[in-house]
Antibody, heavy 120, light 108 residues
Framework: QVHLVESGGDLVKPGGSLRLSCAAS????????MSWIRQAPGKGLEWVSY????????YYADSLKDRFTVSRDNAKNSVYLQMNSLKDEDTAVYYC?????????????WGQGTLVTVSS | EIVLTQSPGTLSLSPGERATLSCRAS???????LAWYQQKPGQAPRLLIY???SRATGIPDRFTGSGSGTDFTLTISRLEPEDFAVFYC?????????FGQGTKVEIK
């Protein structure tokens, strides 16, 4: 079955950087868009970014596109989120999810999430 | 950006009762590309409904999605103990993808 495992979450100081990874298994990874969604403590869901199956189409939430970069390696069945210039408000659980693309923009499988804490 | 507003914020009901959750969009959702998710404490969200009314794999038929345009509804016909959770709607008719703020269904 579909399995998504995020890693890379950590405690980081404001202004720092972090790279999250998501390893996928149980499906043909190169056939699917992948997305990142985050959830601040006690808050709702916030969509962050999606990347097309080939990596040629990428979209970010407007408030994040200058600091976050999504990428994927289909040979490794993995998607990544590079986060730079981190702020306190970036503190959240970051989920990777399958989906996000045109016509199939819902998220049918989610990882368990990885916690990013931005604090001095 | 399409803003989704969910109501009510909290719904207090007893097992066996019917739950009706609303999701209103700030503009029409293209092709009724609206999904619903359930999230329990400490867990990742789970897809319930996509395309406004199609149940995801393995979702019981007590969960029904309806609506079109700007007004959408998730109905749980008879609440089971395991249904109490937070529910989110999400639109994917346009980018950026957006979520509603959530409705908590709690035990009365």
């Amino acid at each position: 079955q579909v399995h998504l495992v995020e890693s890379g979450g950590d405690l980081v100081k404001p202004g720092g950087s972090l790279r999250l990874s998501c390893a996928a298994s149980g499906f043909t990874f190169s056939d699917y868009y992948m997305s990142w969604i985050r959830q601040a403590p006690g808050k709702g869901l916030e969509w962050v970014s999606y990347i097309s199956n080939s990596g040629s189409t990428i979209y970010y939430a407007d408030s994040l596109k200058d600091r976050f970069t999504v990428s994927r390696d289909n040979a490794k069945n993995s998607v990544y989120l590079q986060m730079n210039s981190l702020k306190d408000e970036d503190t959240a659980v970051y989920y990777c999810a399958r989906g996000g693309g045109s016509g199939r923009g819902f998220f049918d499988n989610w990882g368990q999430g990885t916690l990013v804490t931005v604090s001095s | 950006e399409i803003v989704l507003t969910q109501s009510p914020g909290t719904l207090s009901l007893s097992p066996g009762e019917r739950a009706t959750l609303s999701c209103r969009a700030s503009q029409s959702v293209s092709s009724n590309y609206l999904a619903w998710y359930q999230q329990k404490p400490g867990q990742a969200p789970r897809l319930l409904i996509y395309g406004a009314s199609s149940r995801a794999t393995g979702i019981p038929d007590r969960f029904t999605g309806s609506g079109s345009g700007t007004d959408f509804t998730l109905t749980i016909s008879r609440l089971e103990p395991e249904d109490f959770a937070v529910f989110y709607c999400q639109q994917y008719g346009s980018s950026p993808r957006t979520f509603g703020q959530g409705t908590k269904v709690e035990i009365k």
